[in-house]
């Protein structure tokens, strides 16, 4: 690739990085306030204040782990700054894939109508459960975090002592930990709590059909308030969905290795992988009355200057 190109694409990833980081700020920092007035959060503003702060975080630590990368691939390699960045930016992965599917598990809750027994029990149960979820979520990305660590941990060692593993080279063992750890334990992070959101979005589709079915058959519109409040979390979750899949499409291949820094497609891809820190909470900030609200009068008064 020629290197304008090059230089365009790390331009347009630093600028989406600081569009996520904008937003993401943003909705950490008008619950902070409400967070402070009222002593207290609603579950969902609870959610929504612990996704916006593990974005925020993953946010600044991709830039620093990507630049590093890219500038000093031999040395990151061989020496301990996979290990350095990639305790905080496995664990942040993790716990941002957890808050992300207990979001969607929420939006499910609220607007999806089942009389199962079941459903109602979680219904009732989800809200009180918030806290307890959202800490479970960070005892889980610590194992995981641990576990990724341990891998780093025995390429780096194996660099440092310079002694080939049995018959292989450093490349061979490190293809082979990428290949049969690395890549299965990316995989089970992330598509568990992803299993969780597909779930979510799945009762959701099928509620709103039994609704439109009640209403044709009830000669009522589809516009009513309960069939609104269906299109509108579809909405979001579907969004969010896309820009799941294309974040999570991307780690992947970022784990097979077909994008390295030497690769023309490196930053292409890394934009990619933070398309979706960085746009969904501008999506999450239009869905949300008090965000939306907030971000009118931010507007109003930056008009004002």
Not at 153 to 168: D, I, W
């Amino acid at each position: 690739m020629h290197p304008a190109f090059t230089v365009l694409f790390m331009l347009l990833f630093v600028l989406l990085c600081i569009l996520g980081l904008l937003a993401n700020g943003f909705i950490v920092l008008v619950l902070s306030r409400e967070w402070v007035r009222r002593g207290r959060l609603l579950p969902s503003d609870l959610i929504l204040f612990s996704l916006g702060l593990s974005r925020f975080c993953l946010q600044w630590v991709g830039m620093g782990n990507n630049f590093y990368y890219f500038l000093h691939l031999v040395d990151y390699c061989s020496g301990p700054a996979r290990q350095f960045f990639g305790l905080p930016w496995d664990f942040l992965n993790s716990i941002t894939a957890w808050f992300g599917s207990w979001l969607s598990v929420l939006f499910c809750m609220k607007v999806a109508n089942f009389t199962h027994p079941g459903f109602l029990w979680l219904k009732w149960r989800f809200p009180r459960s918030v806290p307890w979820l959202l800490l479970g979520s960070l005892l889980t990305s610590f194992i995981v975090t641990l576990l990724f660590f341990g891998g780093n941990h025995a390429l780096y060692k194996e660099s440092f002592t310079r002694k080939p593993f049995g018959n292989m080279t450093y490349y061979q063992w490190n293809r082979i930990l990428e290949m049969y750890y690395f890549l299965p334990l990316k995989l089970i992070t992330f598509s568990i709590p992803g299993s969780v959101f597909l779930v979510s979005i799945a009762l959701l589709i099928d509620s709103l059909r039994r609704h439109a079915w009640r209403m044709q058959h009830s000669a009522h519109s589809l516009q009513d308030p309960s069939g609104q409040a269906h299109t509108r979390a579809l909405k979001s979750l579907v969004s969010f969905l896309v820009l799941y899949t294309l974040s999570f499409m991307s780690l992947i291949i970022d784990g097979e290795g077909f994008c390295s820094s030497e690769s023309d497609w490196y930053w292409p891809w890394q934009i990619l992988t933070y398309s979706c820190t960085s746009i969904h909470p501008f999506i999450l900030i239009l869905g949300n009355l008090r965000l939306r609200g907030a971000f009118g009068q931010l507007i109003l008064l930056a008009r004002g200057f």
